[in-house]
């Protein structure tokens, strides 16, 4: 659904270049769930971005559903950090959004926009504004908004990083639940281990300057997974640790390579 | 339980009460207080009507001209109101200009800054000149005062959409008149009040100036005429009376903010 070859893309001019992605590549197949885990700076929003069409890359080619990528696209959607709902908007209408912008009949969505909510536990809250939800609920309706109009791939990055960590592992439960329900790809951008082990079907781990996918691992566990009682916990646990090993330990060796190539 | 409930009905009431005294009573004392010492003043050291009138002198002079002062009064606030709605008129599709075309920005800021860059009051007689003594010369001073301030406030908020807002219509590959008609512009609406609201605050000062300078009609004619006779007690009287005008209009422009755009008050942006 979504290749990803040879790209790299570089940031700054002259004396100041940051290399933010070097030579990536990497398949994504259809209704595949995949994490991008890794420090700050590797680079993985910077990749989400590029599949998305919202920045060019500097070199290589990426493709989703066949056709290269050249601008932001109508089946692919994209989840930000905040919420970004408009505020003068109720919750509705702010899942509404796309449907009106890509010119569709809107009264044909109005009980689409419904049972969504009613799928992320929001059924009730339509006419409410968003100042009156809470973080977690504004990002469910944020969710909502970017299933709308069923796009073929869902790019979400840290679409729960800026939620307190009870909110954020419930949505990442939820979240499973929902993928469950409406089959997609997804690229989920996260520095949380937990939360990238818990979702995907593959982990890829990134490591910054320049910006690289260092391994994938793949999580063959049943859904849904979680760390309560009854869970796949150990499971949960090895692949975790495993990932901790991959993304702690090589620091130094990775900036020893870069010293002395 | 019903004893609960009770207390928690309790409870907001007075904290309502509490925000009303805070809201309107504090500066109503004030405004007493104020109007108290004055009068004090006037009696305690004995000034002449004519230099500095009593409040109860002024509030004569309100009742003895109550057939002459209400006419002066529209004939300011008119003029006041039309040249706000053309420096509106004008100022917003300007602002709109200036954050969509950088050449436009470039040819057109320096002019505007320079236009208000000029004292007003040094144009009032060209104006009267160019267009001669009805309200023309008056609505012009009004708008050439309220326009800088909209055009400032209507560009920034245009400039400065909130980042996650404009990714999000950008990536949903909206046309450039779906992101300004359904983001762009409403999110820049808190600061094109806080253009609009420091216009209103000035609009009646411009209007004024006009009929200082060459005027047979309105608040500001009222003043110079009075002043010429030694009138003094008018001359204040029209002062309050442009004080309360000047106040209106704020707290109506407050008043469309509030029914316009509510959710402006929960924005931490």
């Not at chain 2, 907001?12 to 005294?21: D, T, V």
């Not at chain 2, 806080?194 to 000062?205: E, F, M, N, P, T």
């Not at chain 2, 200082?212 to 030694?230: H, K, P, Q, T, W």
């Amino acid at each position: 659904m979504i290749r990803v070859d040879g790209v790299s893309q570089v940031f700054g001019l002259r004396d100041d270049i940051v290399h933010a992605l070097d030579d990536v590549s990497l398949d994504i197949g259809t209704n595949e769930f995949v994490t991008l885990v890794g420090r700050s700076g590797c680079g993985k929003s910077t990749l989400l971005r590029l599949i998305a069409g919202l920045v060019p890359a500097s070199r290589g080619e990426i493709s989703v559903a066949g056709t290269p990528v050249k601008g932001p696209r109508r089946d692919v959607a994209m989840v930000f950090q905040s919420p970004a709902l408009l505020p003068w908007r109720n919750v509705i209408d702010n899942v509404l959004l796309p449907i009106e912008v890509m010119k569709l009949d809107k009264s044909r969505y109005r009980n689409e926009a419904g049972e969504l909510l009613e799928l992320v536990g929001l059924a009730g809250f339509e006419r409410r504004q968003p100042h009156e939800l809470s973080g977690g609920m504004q990002q469910r309706v944020a969710l909502c908004r970017s299933l709308i109009y069923k796009p073929k791939v869902l790019l979400m990055d840290e679409p729960f990083a800026a939620l307190d960590a009870l909110t954020r592992e419930e949505l990442s439960l939820e979240l499973q639940r929902i993928f469950s329900e409406h089959r997609t790809t997804i690229v989920f951008v996260t520095h949380s281990i937990t939360e990238a082990v818990l979702l995907a079907d593959r982990v890829a781990v990134m490591t910054p300057r320049p910006g690289r996918i260092a391994e994938i691992v793949t999580v063959d566990l049943p859904r849904p997974r979680s760390l309560g009682e009854g869970g796949n916990s150990a499971e949960l646990a090895h692949a975790i640790a495993h990932l901790h090993e991959l993304l702690f330990q090589p620091a130094s060796a990775f900036e020893r390579e870069q010293a002395h190539p | 339980m019903s004893d609960m409930a009770e207390l928690s009905a309790l409870v907001p009431a007075r904290r309502r009460g509490r925000k009303l005294a805070a809201d309107w009573l504090l500066p109503l004392f004030t405004f007493v207080a104020l109007v108290g010492v004055w009068w004090l003043a006037t009696i305690v050291f004995g000034w002449e009507k004519f230099i500095v009138p009593s409040p109860a002198d002024v509030g004569e002079a309100l009742w003895e001209n109550r057939s002459l002062l209400p006419g002066e009064f529209w004939t300011t606030l008119a003029e006041t109101l039309q040249g706000f709605a053309l420096a509106i008129a004008v100022a917003i599709p300007l602002a709109v200009g200036i954050a969509y075309s950088r050449t436009l920005e470039r040819t057109i800021y320096p002019v505007i800054l320079t236009i208000n860059a000029v004292p007003k009051v040094a144009i009032a007689p060209i104006l009267v000149i160019w267009l001669g003594f009805g309200q023309g010369p008056k609505v012009a001073m009004v708008f050439l005062i309220c326009f800088f301030p909209i055009v400032l406030s209507t560009a920034t908020g245009l400039a400065t959409t909130p980042p996650d807002l404009a990714e999000l219509v950008r990536s949903l590959s909206a046309s450039r008149t779906q992101e300004f008609v359904k983001v762009r512009f409403p999110a820049a609406l808190p600061h094109v009040f806080v253009g609009l609201k420091v216009a209103i605050s000035l609009a009646v000062i411009g209007a004024v100036i006009g009929e200082f300078v060459g005027a047979s009609r309105g608040l500001g004619y009222i003043i110079i005429a009075s002043g010429g006779n030694a009138n003094t007690s008018l001359a204040f009287a029209a002062i309050v009376l442009l004080a309360v005008m000047s106040i209106g209009l704020f707290y109506s422009i407050v008043a469309i903010e509030r029914m316009l755009i509510p959710w402006a008050r929960y924005e931490s942006r």
